[in-house]
């Protein structure tokens, strides 16, 4: 399968505990992002790469967040101190950087903050 | 401020029938759109899209119609089949932005 895949597909985490979540995008897709997916709302934009440069950042994510693709292949998300708003489908996607630039998601990381 | 929003949170067709999802969005400057299909637990599948410069784009058993006057935009789903039951959402993004912006979703029910 040479579609988006996430890692891990579900973590539970203790209030006030670091995670970090795994992205690899479909090969050569230049562009990657995260969304957050609340139950019974739409993708919510997080933040891009584009190769390795984080090119945008949406007012979601706070500074207990980093995102990084430090070799513009495979990218991670981290949060630290997790609180129980945090609780949400995280989901990342790719897209090959050309002129449709059609985003393809991956299968998402469910977490679940006790 | 800047939505792309739905008609209808919940779809409820026979197996066979037509089904028709809309969509309506707010952004003028929007000329990239896509519908996506989400089963339960998994991510959003891309199922077909569309540009401004189009009103009208075939797949197999889908169709999307854009209506750019009206800001509206529609999914016409073919022959539904159960396999077709999922949430569906439409999302857009525009020049100068790689951010999709996605509605809350549509619940298509497919009645056996």
């Known amino acids: 399968d040479t579609g988006v895949s996430q890692d891990p597909r579900h973590k539970i985490t203790k209030r006030g505990q670091n995670v970090t979540f795994r992205c690899d995008p479909i090969s050569e897709h230049n562009r990657l992002y995260w969304y957050r997916q609340t139950l019974g709302q739409g993708p919510e934009f997080l933040t891009y790469f584009q190769n390795e440069a984080q090119l945008e950042k949406s007012r979601l994510l706070s500074d207990r967040f980093s995102a990084e693709r430090p070799k513009g292949s495979f990218s991670t998300l981290e949060i630290q101190r997790t609180e129980q708003g945090d609780s949400a489908m995280y989901l990342c996607a790719s897209s090959p950087g050309s002129h449709t630039d059609t985003q393809y998601f991956g299968p998402g990381t469910r977490l679940t903050v006790l | 401020g800047e939505s792309v929003g739905l008609h209808l949170p919940t779809l409820s067709v026979q197996e066979g029938d037509n089904s028709i999802i809309n969509c309506a969005y707010s952004?003028?400057?929007?000329?990239?759109f896509i519908w996506y299909k989400q089963e339960s637990g998994k991510g959003p599948q891309f199922i077909i899209d569309i540009r401004s410069n189009m009103d009208k784009r075939q797949g197999q058993r889908v169709t999307v119609l854009l209506n750019k006057t009206v800001k509206h935009l529609s999914l016409q789903i073919a022959a539904t089949q159960p396999g077709d039951s999922a949430v569906y959402f439409c999302?857009?993004?525009?020049?100068?932005?790689?951010?999709?912006?996605f509605g809350s979703g549509t619940r298509l029910q497919v009645q056996p």
């Open positions: 999302a857009e993004n525009g020049p100068g932005r790689r951010a999709l912006t």
């Open positions: 952004n003028s400057a929007s000329d990239y």
